[in-house]
């Protein structure tokens, strides 16, 4: 089965650029999406479609997918993007959806 | 905009069957526009898809939990349904109903706020 890996953490300061990876086989040639859970709540869906986001999503957050990596971009970060993000993809070959382990973002 | 909200027992014995409902608000569950999938998250950890269903009746599961699952629709109720057969503890988590685009890309833009179940004697 299609394996996703995110790393567990990743810290950014107010203001600061945070990157969280997404990393599978050949991911570059899947769409990948993105979501962002707050403790307690649902997930979000930040960023669709590699890069496309949802009415209503800052514009502050960004992807882009290549190779072996996923990447989701928040610039200008603030102590509300404070959560865990997880991305997920359509493994076409078993036809499921996969969730990567998620990310926790602190903002410092 | 469509909303979904799960219901359903918060405390289920071991060996039973956990069993959940989700209903679908503000669209039709017959709509074809969507497939209508569970995903669950146990405390501390991520989130692991379990399967779903589209209006047709046509299921696709996790096939760490196929031999367990069944998922269900109802288009008279605009409802669909989680069963989970011989629990344990490790099937203690919030469960998640959501609405899973049903054209490539797939993915989930609609979500319940999930509801705990908890697998205790």
């Known amino acids: 089965s299609y394996v996703l890996t995110q790393p567990p953490s990743v810290s950014v300061a107010p203001g600061q650029t945070a990157r969280i990876t997404c990393g599978g086989n050949?991911?570059?040639?899947?769409?990948v999406h993105w979501y962002q859970q707050k403790p307690g709540q649902a997930p979000v869906l930040v960023v669709y479609d590699d890069s496309d986001r949802p009415s209503g999503i800052p514009e502050r957050f960004s992807g882009s997918n290549s190779g072996n990596t996923a990447t989701l971009t928040i610039s200008r970060v603030e102590a509300g993007d404070e959560a865990d993000y997880y991305c997920?993809?359509?493994?076409?070959?078993?036809?499921?959806?996969?969730f990567g382990g998620g990310t926790k973002l602190t903002v410092l | 905009q469509v909303q979904l909200q799960e219901s359903g027992p918060g405390l289920v014995k071991p060996s039973q069957t956990l069993s959940l409902t989700c209903t679908v608000s503000g669209g039709s569950i017959s709509s074809g526009s969507y497939y209508w999938s569970w995903i669950r998250q146990p405390a501390g950890k991520g989130l692991e898809w379990i399967g779903r269903i589209y209006t047709s009746g046509s299921t696709n599961y996790n096939p760490s939990l196929k031999s367990r699952v069944t998922i269900s629709v109802d288009t008279s109720k605009n409802q669909f349904s989680l069963k989970l057969s011989s629990v344990t503890a490790a099937d203690t988590a919030v469960y998640y109903c959501?609405?899973?685009?049903?054209?490539?890309?797939?993915?989930?833009?609609?979500w319940g706020q999930g509801t705990l179940v908890t697998v205790s004697s």
């Open positions: 997920q993809v359509w493994d076409s070959s078993s036809d499921h959806q996969v």
């Open positions: 050949n991911i570059g040639s899947k769409s």
């Open positions: 959501a609405s899973l685009t049903a054209m490539v890309p797939y993915y989930f833009d609609y």
